[in-house]
């Protein structure tokens, strides 16, 4: 790699001219933006901050089977499943967070809680970095879910939500990312599976 290479990288070539709020709720603000483009020519940026980050759990027992949560999605107008997901506040350890989130959804409790990867969901648009882990050693309680949550909760093997995923029934891209490389590990054998 040369130096032009590595500047490129930590150099920002997009100049900020002005800001505004457009909109904002206790969940997001969103920025309308005045820019130069890296070309130097004006143009305008609409950004999406989250004000919380996304946690995702994908928790597992000891005889490879996983939890999925079921509700229907307003903005895309559909049903999804996906793995245990919410927000988690910023300040707040993550870990804390995804603790919450899970046995809110479908009641475990995780002896053990490993994050798995992070990623930013929507770069072009917004900020939201998603955090997501893998839960074991897993008891069960009582759900809590929010007031404004109508969820199903089903249990299925591991190794079947790797298929929703490839079947497309699985689109949510928390739940993707987070179990295609669940999927890698356990091909690569860091993950055993009955």
Not at 42 to 53: A, D, M, R, T
Request: hydrophobic share 40%; net charge negative; charged share 25%.
């Amino acid at each position: 790699m040369n130096n032009t290479e590595n500047l490129a990288e930590h150099v920002n070539p997009w100049k900020r001219i002005s800001s505004k709020v457009a909109y904002e709720n206790p969940w997001i603000t969103v920025f309308h933006e005045d820019v130069l483009n890296p070309n130097g020519n004006s143009g305008i940026y609409g950004k999406v901050h989250f004000k919380n980050l996304a946690i995702g759990i994908v928790p597992i027992d000891e005889n490879g089977m996983t939890w999925l949560i079921g509700q229907y999605r307003y903005p895309l107008n559909q049903y999804s499943w996906e793995i245990v997901e919410g927000g988690g506040k910023i300040g707040i350890a993550p870990q804390e967070s995804a603790r919450r989130e899970l046995k809110e959804e479908c009641g475990l409790v995780a002896g053990e809680l490993r994050e798995i990867v992070r990623s930013h969901l929507s770069n072009s648009v917004s900020d939201e970095l998603a955090i997501l882990y893998v839960a074991t050693n897993l008891t069960q309680e009582e759900a809590e879910p929010e007031d404004t949550e109508m969820l199903a909760v089903k249990k299925i093997p591991l190794k079947e939500a790797f298929t929703m995923v490839e079947e497309g029934k699985i689109t949510d891209s928390m739940s993707v990312i987070a179990l295609q490389h669940l999927k890698i590990e356990w091909l690569e054998g860091k993950l055993i599976l009955p």
